[in-house]
């Protein structure tokens, strides 16, 4: 499905990663590059071969790759574990229909607003290191998480994380972090990083 001009922005949502393909050249150089980085995973440049082998997948790295679009990702919903680690993203809302998910590395990237990752309640894992982060209030409904990595990110409040009691492994360093109080419910923890943050009383 070839859509040209302003009638491709408003269709987007509902893109095949074949009419992703097809319409490549006439995308932003960013959801264009998304495109060309699925299309070496696919091992084609056939579109419509490349939407077969994409389609269905379960697992996808694409870390370290300069992705700053993930749009063309949005209809991947077979995807248990997805890997973006280290690229340039900033805009998450994309992966909200991935609602499958339940390991997700967004580790390096420079995401402000993680509230579109609300839906995604099946997430076990969920990595968000090194970031632009400081509202953590959308991650309160991910209660399956077990592990959870927020480190050197701009975190002041984490009250919203205080009924995440599934969570074994929680890494907050680096971070502004005063008050670890509503911390203390989370029984499960086997490990807690909390270095390098202006903690005065650990006590809780």
Known sequence: MAIA?????????N???ADWCENKDQLNPEARHTVNTLLGVAGTEECDRASEAIANLEQLSLSENQI??????????????????????????????L??????NLNGNQIMDVSPL??????????????QIMDVSPLAGLTNLEQLHLSENQIVDVLPLAGLTNLHRLGLSW??????SPLAGLTKLSRLYVGWN?????SP
């Open 68 to 97: 700053v679009d993930v749009s063309p990702l949005a209809n991947l919903t077979h995807l248990t574990r997805l890997s973006l680690s280290e690229n340039q993203i900033v805009d998450v809302s994309p992966l909200a229909r």
């Open 118 to 131: 609300a839906r995604l309640t099946d997430l076990e894992g969920l990595g968000l290191s090194e970031n």
């Open 5 to 13: 001009g302003s009638r491709s922005v408003s269709a987007q949502s």
């Open 15 to 17: 893109w095949t990663f």
């Open 175 to 180: 971070n502004q972090i005063v008050d670890v």
């Open 99 to 104: 609602t499958n998910l339940y390991w997700l």
């Open 198 to 202: 202006q903690i005065v009383d650990v």
